[in-house]
């Protein structure tokens, strides 16, 4: 078990205390915002090194935040229904949904079409009409993971009985669909498009490239597959790494080049609690785990820690600055902690 490295990679910055849970934190694309939400209802602003509250407290649990491809507006989403968007610090819109809980939400990469969850439907919202464009409906459960492809195409759901996919340029086209005879629990894209990847109820991750029907599937884990993260560059052969965490552990797979023999699995273990979220760095191999033990792990090439973040509380979530020079995570005491790039460290590579 490692807890120290002799340097250290990234330093404190700043750090805040919401009153409940924090739920969810995420980067604006452009500048340095951060957007925080609690299970208190409070939506939270950081910029110039200080918190704004957008919202306080409500009693009702905020559940995501995210903001749009330009950085112009922030949604959130929670227990009471509604979904309520931002420009600055201005609410433009407050979408009526109660009491259907909206626990999922999702911009296009781009333009301004957002889509978020309501029981067993997704509804597609469009910023620039200000109306709802499209209600799909996933029939099978709510849906529990949703992602949309880069060049903002295809928009994908995971669910009971597997995925469905959208073409987004004609929203009654009947969708394609992944069939599992399990439930997709995570769900995300790779960067280029190229391969979507489920993590599922039954202890096994799905692999699809996109285009090619014949998706890989990998088992052999302790528990469901909570969380699935692509890196954003790729390996010598021309794919990206895909990092998968059930319970407190973690498999990073590297696709072979024998088309036959599919990905190999490396293993990785630090945490001794259950993994909350995981995400690599942009531009790099460099890997956060953030977990219920109080410790946010970084592992340099995906492969062995460099440095151990820690907090007195479990971690809830995390998020890096599209530059990667910021690294901001939530607790479940309702801290917000952000991390800085050392200008001491040697830097993490890739």
Not at 287 to 310: F, M, N, P, R
Request: aromatic share 10%; charged share 20%; with cysteine.
């Amino acid at each position: 078990m490692s807890t120290s490295t002799t340097v250290k990679d990234f330093d404190l910055k700043f750090t805040a205390t919401l009153s409940d849970y924090i739920t969810s934190v995420t980067w604006a694309p452009v500048g340095s915002t951060l957007a925080v939400v609690s299970a208190a209802g409070e939506v939270a602003l950081w910029q110039n090194n200080e918190l704004e509250i957008l919202q306080a407290a409500t009693g009702q649990s905020i559940d995501c935040v995210k903001f749009s491809y330009d950085g112009k507006f922030l949604a959130a989403g929670g227990q009471d229904g509604r979904v309520t968007i931002w420009q600055g610090s201005e609410i433009v819109t407050t979408l009526e949904n109660a009491p259907a809980w909206v626990d999922k939400l999702v911009w296009n990469p781009t333009s301004n079409q957002l889509a978020f969850c309501l029981n067993r439907y997704i509804q597609i919202w469009d910023a620039s009409k200000n109306e709802v464009v499209a209600t799909l409906n996933f029939e099978d459960s709510s849906p529990l993971g949703m992602g949309w492809s880069s060049n903002g195409k295809n928009l994908a759901a995971g669910g009971n009985q597997g995925v469905k996919v959208w073409n987004c340029e004609n929203w009654n086209e009947e969708p394609y669909v992944w069939e599992m005879p399990t439930v997709s629990v995570a769900l995300a894209w790779s960067k280029d498009g190229k391969f979507l990847a489920s993590g599922n109820m039954d202890r096994s991750v799905g692999v699809m490239e996109w285009g090619n029907s014949e998706p890989w599937l990998m088992r052999g884990f302790p528990g469901k597959i909570r969380q699935v993260a692509w890196s954003d560059i790729n390996t010598p052969i021309g794919a990206p790494l895909l990092a998968t965490s059930s319970v407190e552990g973690m498999v990073v797979w590297e696709k072979l080049e024998d088309e036959s023999q599919g990905w190999e699995a490396r293993v990785l273990t630090n945490h001794v609690d259950v993994i909350q979220d995981i995400e690599f760095a942009p531009k790099s191999f460099l890997l956060a785990s953030a977990a219920s033990d109080g410790w946010l792990c970084l592992w340099k090439g995906a492969k062995q820690v460099s440095q151990v973040l820690t907090t007195e509380a479990g971690f809830s979530c995390l998020a890096w600055h599209s530059e990667g020079k910021l690294l901001a995570a939530g607790a479940d005491n309702g801290k917000v902690i952000i991390w800085a790039k050392s200008s001491r460290g040697q830097g993490f590579g890739k």
